[in-house]
């Protein structure tokens, strides 16, 4: 429910930065979306966002718990190693780079329908889907994946060993 208006609003924004001399910010763009398309606007694409943050998540969390033991063994010779930090990160990078593998053809989707704000060009999903594959075949769901990749594996390597350093030791703190 807040994701996808911020992403609405970051692709919307992306769109209209190359027209020089765009002086819209955020707030008027948000201004703008809403006066011309009310609530209802901000909430484009909203089903591929809801299977990124459903599932894509889910798999990623999934990835990364159940890569860890499995590389403390390779590493080490011993599942229990796999909170070291080593560990963590590098189980961090394949399942952030994993994930997005799985979501990235969804995410193509998201952007063009977010980008067609006011459903000019596309009516829904499976729209979008459909002139998508006939525009460009199964390579148009993978451009860019490669810049994906490249920011996914150091990004997930430093976002989930920090999460789970400062949920142990509030844990640890706090007892809770």
Same mark, same amino acid.
């Given at each position: 429910?807040?994701?996808? %208006?911020? =992403?609405?609003?970051? $692709?919307?924004?992306?769109?209209?930065?190359? $027209?020089?001399?765009?002086?819209?910010?955020?707030?008027?763009?948000?201004r703008?979306?809403?006066?011309?398309?009310?609530?209802?606007? !901000?909430?484009?694409?909203?089903? %591929?966002?809801?299977?990124?943050?459903?599932?894509?998540?889910?798999?990623?969390?999934?990835?990364?718990?159940?890569?860890?033991?499995?590389?403390? +063994?390779?590493?080490? =010779?011993?599942?229990? +190693?796999?909170?070291?930090l080593? /560990?963590?990160?590098?189980?961090? @990078? !394949?399942?952030g /780079?994993?994930?997005?593998?799985?979501?990235?053809?969804?995410?193509?989707?998201?952007?063009?329908?977010?980008?067609?704000?006011?459903?000019?060009?596309y009516?829904?999903?499976?729209? /979008? @889907?459909r002139?998508?594959?006939?525009?460009?075949?199964?390579?148009? !769901? $993978?451009?860019?994946?490669?810049?994906?990749?490249?920011?996914?594996?150091?990004?997930?390597?430093?976002?989930?060993?920090?999460?789970?350093? $400062?949920?142990?030791?509030?844990?640890?703190?706090?007892?809770?």
């Amino acid at each position: 429910l807040v994701t996808n %208006p911020i =992403g609405l609003v970051k $692709v919307q924004r992306q769109k209209n930065v190359s $027209v020089a001399g765009d002086p819209r910010t955020y707030m008027s763009m948000m201004r703008e979306i809403h006066a011309q398309r009310g609530l209802s606007g !901000f909430y484009r694409g909203y089903m %591929p966002t809801l299977y990124m943050e459903t599932i894509g998540r889910g798999f990623y969390m999934y990835i990364y718990f159940s890569c860890k033991p499995l590389l403390a +063994q390779w590493l080490y =010779g011993d599942p229990s +190693q796999g909170e070291t930090l080593k /560990c963590r990160a590098l189980s961090a @990078a !394949f399942a952030g /780079c994993a994930s997005w593998t799985a979501v990235y053809p969804v995410d193509v989707i998201k952007a063009k329908l977010q980008a067609d704000v006011d459903a000019v060009r596309y009516s829904g999903v499976m729209d /979008c @889907a459909r002139q998508t594959f006939r525009e460009g075949g199964l390579k148009a !769901f $993978v451009r860019g994946i490669g810049y994906t990749m490249f920011r996914a594996a150091p990004t997930a390597a430093t976002v989930l060993p920090v999460y789970e350093y $400062v949920k142990d030791n509030l844990y640890s703190k706090y007892q809770i």
